[in-house]
T-cell receptor, first 116, second 110 residues
């Protein structure tokens, strides 16, 4: 059974055209994360939510925003995608507050974003 | 600042061989270390998680070790199979986030 679901799996957008990626979870986890992963690179954390508390990484561009309307859903909005934003976007969840060391993160299958 | 390195970046071995993937990190103050598998174009699957107080974890043909004092972890794969072909990433947990290596791309030749 899918636990972390991302839609769509593939997204094509035009340069500058806003796009929204979706993540939902059936695990009832407190924490949700968004990562950006470019080809052959490590995932890069963009931001995370602990419940409704939003935590932005210092180097995440302003072009990237996120919303978490409820426990189950989290959205990544890219306001004006550039060619450099083409990447795999991964959503993950964890049960406990970040820093409590015993938990693991559960990842969705990712959304591959292409910018034309 | 924590840095995680995985060497080699790519590895190709014949089916049936035992192999070791390496992960090193610069700051020993970690909560845990995880090994993940990523198939091409797919998300990440957690394979093994080692808490900072542990030395190793095993799951089936996989064994992961952790030596915090030297800043090293290894992932041992026994009797490799073509289905093991994937990219393997390690990540250490500092405070609230995971710090990732860039991965080792493993190809098992039939």
């Amino acid at each position: 059974d899918a636990m972390v679901i991302q839609n769509p799996r593939y997204q094509v957008t035009q340069f500058g055209k806003p796009v929204t990626l979706s993540c939902s979870q059936t695990l009832n986890h407190n924490v949700m994360y968004w990562y950006q992963q470019k080809s052959s690179q490590a995932p890069k954390l963009l931001f995370h939510y602990y419940d409704k508390d939003f935590n932005n990484e210092a180097d995440t561009p302003d072009n990237f925003q996120s919303r978490r309307p409820n426990t189950s859903f989290c959205f990544l909005d890219i306001r004006s995608p550039g060619l450099g934003d083409a990447a795999m976007y991964l959503c993950a969840t964890s049960r406990t507050f970040p820093g409590q060391g015993t938990d693991t993160q559960y990842f969705g299958p990712g959304t591959r974003l292409t910018v034309l | 600042k924590q840095e995680v390195t995985q060497i080699p970046a790519a590895l190709s071995v014949p089916e049936g061989e035992n192999l070791v993937l390496n992960c090193s990190f610069t700051d020993s103050a970690i909560y845990n270390l995880q090994w993940f598998r990523q198939d091409p174009g797919k998300g990440l699957t957690s394979l093994l998680l080692i808490q900072s107080s542990q030395r190793e974890q095993t799951s089936g043909r996989l064994n992961a070790s952790l030596d915090k004092s030297s800043g090293r972890s290894t992932l041992y794969i026994a009797a490799s199979q073509p289905g093991d072909s994937a990219t393997y990433l390690c990540a250490v947990k500092n405070n609230y986030q995971l710090i990732w290596g860039a991965g080792t791309k493993l190809i098992i030749k039939p």
